[in-house]
C-alpha cells in the first residue's frame, strides 16, 4: 500500500522519513517529491509497505505526529489524473481542451427559436 505524508518541511529527506517509519517496516520504500509551483514549493512523502495491516497500523499511528516539529498528514495515497485539474499545480498554465460555455446547445437552441419566428399572432 502506497501511504501519503503531507505538510512536510522542505528539509526532509529519506533518511528523515525512515527514522519516523522505522516502527514499522524495515523494508519500505520511501520517496521524498518536491513540486514546483508558480511562487511556491510543494514537499510531500511517499512510502510503500506491502502489508496493508502494518500501512493501516502506521497511519493510525503517525496521522498528525510531528515530523522535523512540523504536525503532518498520513493517509492512504490516492493517485489523481494530471489533465486540467485544478487541484493540480499550475493548473491555470494549462490549455483548456474542452467545450467553452459560449458554445453550448443552449445558446445554439434560442438560434434556432429566433430563425423560425415568422410574427407576432394577432
Known amino acids: 500500500m502506497e ?3 503531507g505538510n512536510i518541511p522542505s528539509n526532509t529527506t529519506v533518511i ?7 516502527a514499522f ?4 520504500v520511501f520517496e521524498v ?12 512523502g511517499l512510502v510503500i509497505i506491502q502489508s496493508e495491516r502494518l500501512a493501516n497500523k502506521a497511519i493510525k499511528r ?16 490516492t493517485h489523481r489524473a494530471g489533465g486540467n ?19 453550448t446547445d443552449r445558446r445554439d437552441s434560442r438560434k434556432q427559436q429566433e430563425k423560425n419566428f415568422d410574427s407576432y399572432a394577432a
Open 85 to 103: 485539474d485544478r487541484r493540480q499545480l499550475g493548473w491555470r498554465n494549462k490549455l483548456w481542451l474542452g467545450e467553452e460555455r459560449r458554445q
Open 3 to 5: 501511504i501519503f505524508i
Open 33 to 44: 517529491k518536491r513540486l514546483k509551483g508558480k511562487s511556491d514549493v510543494v514537499t510531500f
Open 16 to 22: 528523515d522519513l525512515k527514522r519516523f517509519f522505522k
Open 25 to 28: 517496516d524495515k523494508n519500505a
Open 62 to 77: 503517525l496521522h498528525m505526529k510531528k515530523l522535523n516539529g512540523k504536525p503532518v498528514v498520513v493517509r492512504e495515497f
